[in-house]
T-cell receptor, first 113, second 115 residues
């Protein structure tokens, strides 16, 4: 069975500081991994995805994530946080049967001025 | 990216009534649509997977007679919450794909409040 675990339900950073949101996955086959962002009372927006090409994936809004097979990780980073980055972030793995997404528990990012 | 439109964005209904939520893919043909439920401060819980022209596949623990899903065309899927009760109050989100390993695009969600 495939799964993802997000470490830390809440992360708080200062504006301009590094953002690091952690995601570890479990999969018996090469995974397809995703990061989504959700603003209050809205749907999910895709930030980036890993589909077995380059291990360092660049996404929108300055975010990037690195796939590390040895660590079974897919952490999301951004060099400098903006106030507008405050939101809920979800890591997800694509199920290899049927293609449905399996989501992590989510991490709420707060950005302090 | 492709656009998925969900309607209504919020709805308040009386206990015992039924509510229909629509999910439309505006600029692509969605062979597969997914319906999720999200409680406050929690992750998305998959309710069911629907493929155009066939019956939906429900996740374990989801009542198929209560949450009716129809996917009659390649651009529209509907979720009907029948005989709604306050415990059905939640945020419902749909997503759509063209099938296989293609990217999933999400609707903006529907906030359902049952009073």
């Amino acid at each position: 069975a495939q799964s993802v675990t997000q470490l830390g339900s809440h992360v708080s950073v200062s504006e301009g500081a590094l953002v690091l949101l952690r995601c570890n996955y479990s999969s018996s086959v090469p995974p397809y991994l995703f990061w989504y962002v959700q603003y209050p009372n809205q749907g999910l927006q895709l930030l980036l995805k890993y589909t077995s090409a380059a291990t360092l994936v660049k996404g929108i809004n300055g975010f990037e994530a690195e796939f590390k097979k040895s660590e079974t990780s897919f952490h999301l980073t951004k060099p400098s946080a903006h106030m507008s980055d405050a939101a809920e972030y979800f890591c997800a793995v694509r199920n290899n049967q049927g293609g449905k997404l399996i989501f992590g528990q989510g991490t709420e990012l707060s950005v302090k001025p | 990216g492709a656009v998925v439109s969900q309607h209504p964005s919020w709805v308040i209904c009386k206990s015992g009534t039924s509510v229909k939520i629509e999910c439309r893919s505006l600029d692509f043909q969605a062979t597969t649509m997914f319906w999720y439920r999200q409680f406050p401060k929690q992750s998305l819980m998959l309710m069911a997977t629907s493929n155009e022209g066939s019956k939906a596949t429900y996740e374990q623990g989801v009542e198929k007679d209560k949450f009716l899903i129809n996917h009659a065309s390649l651009t529209l899927s509907t979720l009907t919450v029948t005989s709604a009760h306050p415990e059905d109050s939640s945020f419902y989100i749909c997503s759509a794909t063209t099938g296989g390993w293609s990217e999933a695009f999400f609707g903006q969600g529907t906030r359902l409040t049952v009073v």
